[in-house]
């Protein structure tokens, strides 16, 4: 139990003072936001603060904090450190700096920001996995409220009808301006998932008899072999990366960039928001390790068998909470991927206008865009859909995508605090996070035994092969970096000049 609230406090506690270490190196100030400067009626529109932070928790808080959060309780109790320091060190800051930069670039994506700070090849890089990643977020945030809903009404209500609903909504609610249906029904979804979070943990610790906690002292040790022989490092930070770091959510925040009003709103929408996932992720992290007993061998056996499936949502809530706390609970988990499957397609819309350069204040080009992105996500639901195990795979090549990206935006969060002078070594800040993600996802890639090169790669190789290029990564940003400081005294100089001029 003592784990838990440590960890509890530690999140809360780096919002309350690594926000404002954050917000110090980014500098807000009062210029003029979109939704101010520039408002569309569309996309671009002002919200207040508190809509704006319900949209974006519910944006960014997908099946993953508690799907991937599950599976990560498998990996024993050592990932309530990757969530702590995860989320306070690399998710919150990779959220708020993606919102804050799109924040002063008009509200652009993460896509467009790349091509500005780092280059044109970085640009097509960033479009291809984000187009590829958003589409495959929306089709798996089909399929597993789809089964909940079913499970949900005992059944008189198929699957099949859930996900015809649930697509039917993602269309209406990419299409029509964002305060018509997100911003109106976020803030009720907002309340739920809340209540749902407190009524798990709440269950867990009213039973502790019956559920006890496991505690890290005494379990930090590798529990790879009740997790199909899979080593923490990488998997685990790939597993759970919604409620520590997420690539995903770069997708994200410059959809509300473009409704805050004002910059000094951003610490307490982008990096509230991540925060207060990361304290979801954390409450069904210590409730699957709870329930199941993971601290014995039948109960890793036990999480195993259903792994972060619909299935353990279920079975944790039906068991702890009753029938209504039931309800509860898996109406709050049906929110989470449905709140973030619409967004996920709203924003591929929105990367596809700026590729175009089409303007999305017609409801034409708006449908010119969406409909091929929805033929698609509908074809990829039909076939997760007929074939359970389609999700497995999915999910494996969203979890190594989803953390590719998050590594690029931290680069180009990282280039663009190289680029805007106020400080020498401000970019470490973001530097840092970026070499650790990319060692990440390097090792992922050669490593993961379900995909190409995992197959034919001994682990060990692939340890050296993420080390070495993160390395390779982190040295070629310094030398960039001190070749930009030798570079600046004379753009300054010139600059100082041609305004006494």
Not at 315 to 338: E, N, Q, R, W, Y
Request: net charge neutral; with cysteine.
């Amino acid at each position: 139990m003592w784990t838990f609230f440590i960890a509890l406090a530690a999140l809360i506690g780096g919002y309350l003072i690594y926000s404002r270490v954050t917000e110090k190196v980014f500098v807000p100030d009062d210029r003029l936001t979109p939704a101010i400067k520039s408002p569309d009626g569309v996309d671009i529109t002002p919200m207040p603060k508190w809509k704006c932070f319900l949209i974006e928790l519910l944006n960014i808080a997908g099946t993953g904090p508690i799907f991937g959060a599950i599976s990560g309780a498998l990996f024993g109790p050592i990932v309530f450190l990757w969530i702590v320091f995860g989320c306070i060190l690399g998710g919150a800051v990779h959220d708020y700096f993606s919102g804050m930069i799109s924040s002063r670039n008009n509200g652009d994506s993460i896509v467009r920001l790349s091509r500005k700070y780092v280059g044109k090849v970085m640009e097509i890089l960033m479009r291809i996995f984000s187009i590829v990643l958003l589409q495959l977020v929306t089709a798996v945030f089909v399929v597993s409220p789809s089964s909940l809903l079913e499970s949900l009404t005992n059944g008189n209500v198929h699957a099949w009808i859930w996900m015809v609903i649930i697509l039917g909504y993602y269309l209406l609610s990419t299409l029509v301006p964002i305060d018509k249906v997100i911003g109106k029904l976020y803030p009720i979804f907002g309340v739920i998932l809340i209540a749902m979070a407190l009524a798990v943990i709440g269950g867990i610790l009213f039973q502790q008899g019956s559920y006890p906690m496991v505690e890290l002292i005494g379990n930090f040790r590798d529990f790879s072999s009740s997790n199909g022989d899979l080593p923490w490092w990488p998997f685990m930070f790939t597993t759970v990366a919604c409620g520590a770091v997420s690539g995903f959510h770069a997708t994200q925040s410059p959809m509300i960039a473009k409704c805050i009003k004002s910059e000094k709103e951003g610490r307490q929408v982008f990096y509230g928001a991540m925060v207060a996932e990361g304290i979801i992720a954390l409450i069904w992290a210590a409730a699957a390790m709870a329930f199941y007993h993971v601290n014995t061998s039948a109960g890793w056996s036990d999480l195993s068998a259903v792994g972060g499936s619909s299935a353990s949502v279920q079975h944790i809530c039906s068991t702890l909470l009753g029938p209504v706390g039931t309800v509860l609970a898996i109406v709050g988990v049906v929110i989470c991927p449905i709140t973030s499957g619409d967004t996920a397609l709203r924003s591929c819309r929105l990367i596809l206008g700026e590729v175009f350069h089409m303007d999305q204040k017609k409801l034409k080009n708006r449908l010119i865009l969406t409909l091929p992105l929805f033929g698609v996500v509908v074809g990829i639901s039909i076939w997760n859909f007929l074939d359970s195990h389609n999700f497995n795979l999915l999910w494996r090549w969203f979890a190594w995508s989803n953390q590719f990206l998050a590594a690029i935006c931290l680069w180009v969060c990282t280039a663009y605090l190289a680029e805007d002078g106020k400080g020498k070594y401000r970019s470490l800040f973001t530097a840092i996070p970026a070499t650790f993600m990319s060692a990440v996802v390097i090792t992922y890639i050669f490593g993961e035994p379900n995909i190409a090169l995992g197959r034919f790669i001994p682990m060990w190789v692939a340890y050296l092969i993420g080390a070495v290029a993160a390395l390779l990564l982190f040295v070629a940003y310094l030398l960039i970096l001190i070749f930009k400081m030798k570079d600046k005294p004379v753009v300054e100089e010139a600059a100082l000049a041609e305004q006494e001029q």
